[in-house]
């Protein structure tokens, strides 16, 4: 089966960096996703990668190693306004995303 | 409007009643998908349409009938749903197309639905 994994919940500290991690097992692979969930609103695109490497994109970095299935995003001078659902999610061979359940960040000051 | 739209934000339905949600996207996207969100759990794809046909039905029960008239309509059916249905139901729409460009998916902010 299809699988991706992300940790449940992270906790991090105002001004801190962090990075939450995503593992997958699909068929196939042409690209991977990282959007971003803020409580009661729709997911927003953060990220796309389908090379190896790290993409970055201001506060927020994108990592993949597609022979570890392996990706993280990470989070620079976290601010209040990081506190969110972040999830991780995988384009399969027929081209429909894989989704993981999500990794909740709570931001402390 | 700019974006995807959903109609209506919240809605609480007996089991015997029959609602329709609504999804507007003002981006010229090609395709259209139904999602529905259940807490801690991942998102799960219902329905997608390509140029209006549907592409995807990932074994939803027929108690969910979709209905997309246009490439910037796309409508969900509802009837005789279960306690269990309740969950919020997102809508996206992307612009597909050949090679590996990353065609992201823009959601709506979703419909919150309980069944009683």
């Known amino acids: 089966g299809q699988n991706i994994d992300q940790p449940t919940e992270m906790t991090a500290t105002e001004g801190a960096i962090v990075q939450i991690n995503c593992t997958y097992q699909?068929?196939?692979?042409?690209?991977l996703f990282w959007y971003q969930q803020h409580a009661g609103e729709a997911p927003t695109f953060l990220s796309y990668n389908v090379l190896d490497g790290l993409e970055e994109k201001g506060r927020f970095s994108s990592f993949l190693s597609r022979s570890k299935g392996y990706s993280y995003l990470l989070l620079k001078e976290l601010q209040m306004k990081d506190s969110a659902s972040y999830l991780c999610?995988?384009?399969?061979?027929?081209?429909?995303?894989?989704w993981g359940a999500g990794t909740k960040l709570i931001i402390k000051p | 409007e700019t974006g995807v739209t959903q109609t209506p934000r919240h809605l609480v339905m007996g089991m015997t009643n029959k609602k329709s949600l609504k999804c507007e996207q003002h981006?010229?996207?090609?395709?259209m998908y139904w999602y529905k969100q259940s807490a801690k759990k991942p998102l799960e794809l219902m329905f997608v349409?390509?140029?209006?046909?549907?592409?995807e039905n990932n074994s939803v029960p027929s108690r969910f009938s979709p209905e997309c008239p246009n490439s910037s309509h796309l409508f969900l059916h509802l009837h005789t749903l279960q306690p269990e249905d309740s969950a919020l139901y997102l809508c996206a729409s992307s612009q597909d197309g050949p090679g590996q460009g990353s065609y992201e998916q823009y959601f709506g902010p979703g419909t919150r639905l309980t069944v009683t």
């Open positions: 699909t068929s196939g692979f042409n690209g």
């Open positions: 999610a995988v384009r399969d061979s027929n081209y429909q995303l894989i």
């Open positions: 981006l010229g996207h090609n395709a």
């Open positions: 349409y390509n140029f209006k046909e549907q592409t």
